[in-house]
Structure formats: C-alpha cells, structure tokens
C-alpha cells in the first residue's frame, strides 16, 4: 500500500516536470503577484501620507470664519491650499472648471458674509436666552431681529475622486465649522454676561485615542507594515487555489490519453490515486507558502518594503496553509473528474478561483461587501483560510482558535474528493 502511494506520488511529480508553464504558474506567478501589489499599495499609502493634496478654497467671506478654515487647512498635514491660479485669485467658476477636469481634487468655496451672519445669528440667539433667564439688560431695544437665512459651504469634488474621499473630507469640514459656531457661541455668552463674571473653558471634553493592539509586544499599526501582513497570506492564499489548474488538467490528460485506464488494470485502487495526488499537491502547497514566506521576511526590506511580521507564527501560519492546501485539493480532484477536456477544466479554474477569491475577501475587505455579499463570503473556502491566517497573524489567535477556520477546509476536502470519487464510480458502472 505505501510502495503504491509512493509511485502514485513520483507519477505526479513527473507529470508537474514535464509541464513547465504549469510550474511556472505555481510558483514565480505568485511571488510577482505578491511583490507587485504589494509595492503598489505601499507607494499609494506613502503618497497619500508623505505628499499634501492641492485644494482650490474660494474666499467670498473674507471674514474670521474663513480665515479660521484657512489655518486649519494649512496645519493640516494632509492639505495644500491654493487660492491663486496663474497669480489671478480663484473664482467659483474657475474652480468648479479646474476640479471637474480633474487637475484638482476638490474645491471649498465659503459664501459672503458668512462670518457675520454666523456672529449675528448667535448674537440673537444668546440675547434670547440671556432674556428668558431674566439677565437681560431693561434698557435693551426691542427691534425686530432681521431674519438669517442659513448658509452653505459648497464642495466641488472630481468626479473620478472615491466616495470613502468624499465622506472624509465633509465629515472633516462639517468638524471644522460646528468648532467655530461652538466658539462664538462661548464668546458672544461671555460678552452678554460680563468677561469678568463667568470664564468658559473651550478645551474639547471629549477625545478620541486609538488603541492599537500588541502582537509580542510591538503595536500593530495600520500602515504599510499592516499592508504587508495582509497581502502575503491573502496572495499565498490565491496562490494555493490556482494549483486547481494543473491538478484538474492533469487528471483530465490522464483520463484522455487512457493512463487512468491502465492505472485501474493493476491492482490499484482509485483512492490510492487519490491520496498520491493529495500529498503530492500538499507539498507544492506548502513550498508555495514558504517561498511568499521567504520572499516577504528576506527579500522585501531589500526593495524598501516592511519585513513580513511571523516571529511566534510559523507553526500555525504553517497549519492554515497546508489545510488551505487541502480544500484547494479537493476543488481541483472534483473539478478534474467531472470535466471531460482540458478546454473545460482550465478556463472553469481559473474564473472559479478569481471568483471564490473576490466572494472570499481577498481583494476586498468583507465587512466593506453589502449585506447579501457578507453572507454569501462566509461560504468561500478562501474566506475560511483568510480568517485563519488574519486570526494568527493580526489578532494573535491561538489554534484552538482557528480550529473552526481549519475544520470547514478539511470538511471541504473530504466532501469534494467523496463527490469525485461517487461521480467516477458512478461513471464507470454506466
């Protein structure tokens, strides 16, 4: 039994040899895969961090409020602001036109007269407190209050620019303006009341403050550090699935050129065949998992990127792998049974993997997903594998934990390659 799994094994080592574009898609097609988006999202996240965006801001107030969005803008690290285009002061003409070719990202225009507006309203809105409270000073005049009309702050945003974009920077504007009516409510209190009677601290009461985990004793921040921690399991992942190419092209050649006839003349069973391509296709799982490993601890501080943080995981990261490894299998046996040509099995494995990985939350965040798609995700093999390794790698899970993760790939496993086996047998007795 063990000389016949072993022969079985040096079958498919033989047959992965001779098939040097299949080798090539195990391994160097991974490692591009994992260095090159990689170095994409660490180049976008350092522009977005390390580099200011350019800002059109349209001044008709010219007032204190203006003024206070000016500063604010300018501390910020995050924000140019550009007032002038070719020395000539910008328009809410200009600027619409310059963001809606795209030269510019977004434009703040500020109305006129909203500073005094803003005072006014407040004025009249404190007087009418102060005078309910019975403070108000007898001698005031009882004019008519004028009526002030509410004022908008308009953004002009590229069309091409993110909604996540747009939501940050009205959140931010909306921010940045109630801390200015916040502080002239204060100040037009102190005035009603006398400076020297009562003394309003406008400190922020509340704050916020990230806690950031700790994984042996070093803070996990969601940086380009972070950007690597996601992407090597999440390619080496991809990676896995894609040997359901070879092995369902494999298995599909030996059923046309009748080596699987000739194989069942001996006295070997299918399930022999079987368990010789699983561990066959374990160890290529496994090298595939260790060469991402190997090329993100060793050779991505060499291109200027973050070392790949495994230090007190490799045991575990190991074990998601190779049970990732094993659902890859299953899919691949199944797949490679049921079709009858190479035309059928290889274009259906390729969509299949690039489908489980996009339901699976390898290219997009799960809880990003709408509601249906959420749900639909918790059935991809590549979700299940994922969770496992974010729970060793980001969350510091323990294996007890990840059994859930690993006992649905194993599951999935064994029913694929029992299916496999019904719907061969199935075959034959026709």
């Known amino acids: 039994m063990i000389y016949k799994i072993w022969m079985s094994i040096v079958k498919e080592f033989l047959l992965l040899k001779r098939d040097l574009g299949g080798l090539i898609i195990l391994f160097v097609m991974p490692l591009v895969l994992v260095i090159a988006v990689t170095l994409i999202q ?4 350092k522009a977005v961090t390390d580099s200011k965006l350019q ?8 007032g204190s409020v203006s003024k206070t969005v000016f500063e604010n803008l300018e501390k910020s690290k995050y924000f140019t602001v ?15 036109e310059n963001v809606y070719k795209g030269k510019f990202q977004l434009a703040i225009v500020i109305p006129e007269n909203l500073s005094s507006d803003l005072q006014e309203k407040v004025n009249q809105n404190v007087e009418k407190i102060v005078s309910n409270l019975g403070l108000s000073d007898s001698t005031s005049t009882t004019e008519p209050q004028r009526v002030i009309k ?6 002009y945003f590229d069309p091409a620019v993110q909604m996540s974009f747009k939501n940050a920077v009205m959140s931010s504007i909306d ?9 002239s409510i204060y100040s037009t209190f102190q005035k009603q009341l006398g400076e020297e009677t009562i003394d309003f601290e406008q400190k922020n009461f509340i704050t916020f403050k990230e806690i950031i985990p700790r994984i042996n004793n070093k ?3 969601p940086n380009s550090v972070h950007s690597v921690q996601h992407n090597v399991p999440a390619w080496t992942l991809f990676a896995i699935f894609f040997i359901v190419i070879p092995l369902s092209i494999n298995i599909v050649k030996e059923k046309s050129q009748g080596t699987f006839v000739r194989l069942r003349t001996n006295p070997v069973s ?14 290529i799982c496994m090298i595939q998992f260790y060469m991402m490993v190997a090329v993100a601890v060793f050779l991505f501080p060499s291109i200027g990127l973050p070392s790949l943080n495994i230090e007190g995981h490799f045991v575990l990261t190991s074990v998601v792998a190779l049970f990732s490894g094993f659902g890859a299998i299953g899919f691949g046996i199944l797949l490679g049974t049921v079709a009858s040509t190479q035309e059928q099995s290889a274009p259906f494995g390729a969509t299949s993997v690039i489908i489980l990985a996009a339901i699976g939350g390898v290219w997009v965040p799960v809880f990003a997903m709408p509601k249906i798609m959420q749900y639909i995700a918790k059935s991809s093999p590549m979700n299940w594998g994922l969770e496992a390794f974010y729970d060793v790698l980001l969350r510091n899970s323990s294996f007890v934990e990840i059994i859930p993760q690993i006992t649905l790939l194993f599951l999935f496993f064994i029913i694929t390659t029992s299916i496999a086996l019904f719907y061969d047998k199935k075959k034959r007795a026709v």
């Open 55 to 62: 800002i059109l801001l349209v001044d008709k107030d010219h």
């Open 150 to 155: 509410e004022k908008e702050v308009k953004l």
């Open 270 to 283: 299918n399930l022999v065949v079987i368990i010789g391509k699983t561990i066959t296709y374990s160890i």
């Open 82 to 96: 550009v007032t002038q285009i070719d020395n000539k002061p910008i328009t809410e003409e200009i600027a619409k």
């Open 175 to 183: 921010k940045m303006i109630s801390q200015i009516e916040t502080k």
């Open 42 to 45: 660490d180049s976008t996240f």
């Open 219 to 221: 803070e996990v921040r």
